[in-house]
């Protein structure tokens, strides 16, 4: 697929293949495509919702809601302001489902993408364990007792700041 406006999209090699995207998205749509150091990976999925469709005798335009998934692939320097740009809409970056190329994966909405040194490739992406890579869940330890840390009035341990978080934290 490619988008070809802020509100149109169709098949790479089927143009009898295309569709809308919903006025909402138009000018976040826009946006990306007006940025020239982003390239957009665009998939299709159509919805399924159990209804046969009806088949004639001459082929028609069907109208079949479907959901649009894009991702992007830009340099780092547009790391952080790609994220503020979509917090601003309201949404969120999720993992990719499947991508064409094997780079380095990094996502500003996700706190395992702040150590860019340890960031997996795009293939790593749908692995299992991806979320937690390198950590063995059987060796994590037990977790307190909450409600036992909660009751007791002595203080407790301090831990040194993330550096994923950029904000310098009070006591």
Do not use: W
């Not at 000018?27 to 990976?41: F, K, S, T, V, Y």
């Not at 094997?102 to 040194?117: F, G, Q, T």
């Not at 909450?146 to 310098?168: H, R």
């Amino acid at each position: 697929m490619v988008i070809e406006s802020d509100r149109k999209f169709r098949h790479i090699h089927d143009p009898a293949v295309s569709g809308s995207i919903l006025t909402q998205h138009a000018r976040l749509i826009q946006a990306l495509l007006d940025e020239p150091a982003l390239q957009i990976e665009v998939r299709c999925t159509i919805e399924s919702d159990g209804q046969q469709t009806r088949k004639s005798r001459r082929p028609l335009a069907r109208m079949i809601p479907c959901v649009l998934s894009i991702i992007l692939y830009g340099p780092m320097e547009l790391f952080e302001e790609i994220g503020e740009f979509f917090q601003d809409y309201d949404m969120y970056l999720q993992d990719p489902r499947a991508c064409t190329r094997e780079v380095k994966y990094y996502n500003p909405h996700r706190l395992s993408s702040a150590d860019l040194e340890s960031c997996p490739m795009t293939s790593d992406v749908g692995r299992v364990g991806f979320l937690e890579a390198g950590t063995d869940l059987l060796d994590a330890p037990a977790p307190p007792d909450l409600l036992a840390l909660l009751n007791s009035q002595g203080d407790l341990a301090e831990t040194d700041q993330s550096t994923v978080i950029k904000t310098s934290l009070e006591r």
